[in-house]
């Protein structure tokens, strides 16, 4: 088991998720956060903190979102994609992106 | 199992050992009172309560058997409350360092500020870790936490005539010079003598009445406000004298200081419960679901912090864990006397134990 960060987050980046992460499991990308599963102890102490509510139990995610578990897991590995454990502004055209679904194509690895 | 270097003060000693003050942890003390264990409590938090407190004080929770609702600030009142008959020793502030097993079986744990406990048992409530504060890691900055670094303005002393810099840019760093201006006022002779908020940028991650009163504070020139990210500091003679920052315009700047507060709130850390020997899974205390034990004996973790098949951190199975915990850790504490399954409506001992009145036959 892990958490997975769903679509919701990519062109938003919060970030309010990496201040409470007690393992520091959060790794970052150009316009998406994912959570590293080897590292993720499934606290859910991050699962309030994400304004947008991007983050789920692995067991949890909508079925339309259940492919996110193995980008997750990829996305964590790519040597460019580094820890995160500060809070930082989230991207700047956040407000416009939130509420949209479907946004797996805008993902940038 | 660590190895501790043995500090002055006599250790306290104690059948039972929680680490870990969060509902769990209070409700253990609780079990272990009703089985005639006394015990002491630390938690890295200034509070009670752990978790729900610290993260979600007033979010209601849904789930506890028997209350409806309760937010986590008013069920940790009242798991305090039902444990104080059994006056547990609680120590708040204070970080377990080391834990060591003595020739006589007993654990001798180190905690912050060189005190120590001698315990028979030890029951790990620690949750998703201690809450610490969140640091800047600047190079040769740890060195100075004590004497010119603080996180806390209880640790911070006599700021009198000095410079103070406080670093954050939420709730935390405006409540912290709201606290020192508050001081200064009832006691002029303890103003220092220029206060500075140092964030990377003119915005605060903070309440509505938080920003209120941090632009009164500017305005009335008792906080000077300087943008920039820490980058460095300066020393002369051994003692920090600036802290170097990076501006948003992306130029060098410098913030003279004496001492240096960091407001950046609280984070959990698991820290060093992973480095105690104990058998782990996915950075969990691995126990087994009969007695709630580690691989150590003596040892025993309860709540968010164990794992086992099936497990689910709910606080309900967590309450469950402590019970199970402290039936199994009375044989450990007093050896030979029999273990008897006790109602709390209807057992003499256990109403003695609570300190409540024993009610006649009607």
């Known amino acids: ?3 997975v960060v769903s679509e919701a987050c990519i062109r938003c980046k919060y970030t309010d998720c990496v201040d409470v992460c007690p393992v520091d499991c959060f790794r970052e990308g150009p316009n998406f956060l994912t959570i590293d599963p080897d590292e993720c102890i499934d606290c859910a102490v991050c699962i309030p903190e994400c304004p947008v509510s991007a983050i789920y139990a692995e067991e949890d995610l909508p079925k339309d979102q259940q492919h996110m578990t193995a980008i997750n897991a990829e ?3 790519l040597p460019n994609w580094k820890s995160i454990t500060k809070r ?3 991207l700047p ?9 479907g946004k797996l194509s805008e993902l940038i690895r | 199992m660590t190895a501790s270097a043995a500090p002055s003060p006599l250790p306290i000693e104690t059948p039972a050992l929680v680490v870990g003050a969060g509902p769990v942890g209070l409700f253990q003390v609780f079990q272990l009172g009703l089985l005639d264990i006394p015990s002491h409590v630390v938690d890295a938090l200034p509070h009670v309560g752990g978790q729900p407190v610290e993260l979600y004080p007033d979010k209601p929770i849904y789930d506890v058997p028997g209350i409806p609702m309760c937010t986590g600030r008013e069920l940790a009142e009242a798991l305090l409350k039902q444990a104080s008959p059994f006056k547990p020793g609680i120590h708040l502030s204070r970080t377990v360092e080391s834990v060591e097993r003595q020739a006589d079986g007993r654990l001798l744990v180190g905690v912050s500020g060189g005190m120590r406990f001698l315990a028979r048992t030890l029951f790990i409530a620690g949750g998703v870790g201690a809450f610490l504060p969140r640091t800047i890691n600047l190079e040769g900055l740890p060195a100075f936490e004590g004497t010119q670094l603080f996180y806390r303005l209880e640790d911070a002393g006599d700021l009198a005539g000095r ?3 406080v670093v954050g840019g939420g709730e935390e760093a405006i409540d912290m010079l709201d606290r020192i201006c508050r001081a200064t006022e009832r006691n002029p002779g303890s103003a220092p003598a220029h206060l500075a908020l140092v964030h990377r940028r003119d915005a605060f991650n903070a309440s509505d009445e938080a920003l209120e009163r941090l632009r009164l504070l500017r305005a009335g020139g008792a906080v000077h406000f300087t943008a920039g990210m820490p980058t460095g500091i300066d020393t002369t003679d051994g003692l920090i004298s600036s802290l170097q920052l990076l501006t ?3 130029t060098p700047g410098t913030e003279p200081l004496d001492v ?3 407001a950046q709130g609280l984070s959990p850390r698991l820290g060093p419960i992973t480095q105690w020997g104990l058998a782990m899974e996915r950075k969990q205390l691995v126990v087994d ?3 709630f034990q580690t691989s150590e004996p003596g040892i025993f973790a309860v709540g968010d912090i164990n794992t086992y098949p099936g497990k689910k951190k709910l606080l309900v199975c967590g309450f469950h864990e402590c019970a199970l915990a402290a039936y199994a850790a009375a044989p450990i504490v007093h050896p030979g006397r029999p273990v008897q399954l006790q109602y709390t409506t209807t057992s003499t001992r256990l109403h003695q134990l609570l300190g409540v009145p024993h009610p006649g036959r009607g």
């Not at chain 1, 055209?93 to 679904?101: A, L, N, P, Q, V």
């Open chain 1, 1 to 3: 088991m892990t958490h």
């Open chain 1, 75 to 77: 996305l964590a590995k």
């Open chain 1, 88 to 90: 930082k502004d989230p």
């Open chain 1, 93 to 101: 055209d956040h407000e416009e992106w939130k509420d949209r679904t």
């Open chain 2, 163 to 165: 410079r103070v810099v």
């Open chain 2, 248 to 250: 948003p315009e992306g």
């Open chain 2, 260 to 262: 240096l507060i960091i």
């Open chain 2, 289 to 291: 679901t009969e007695h």
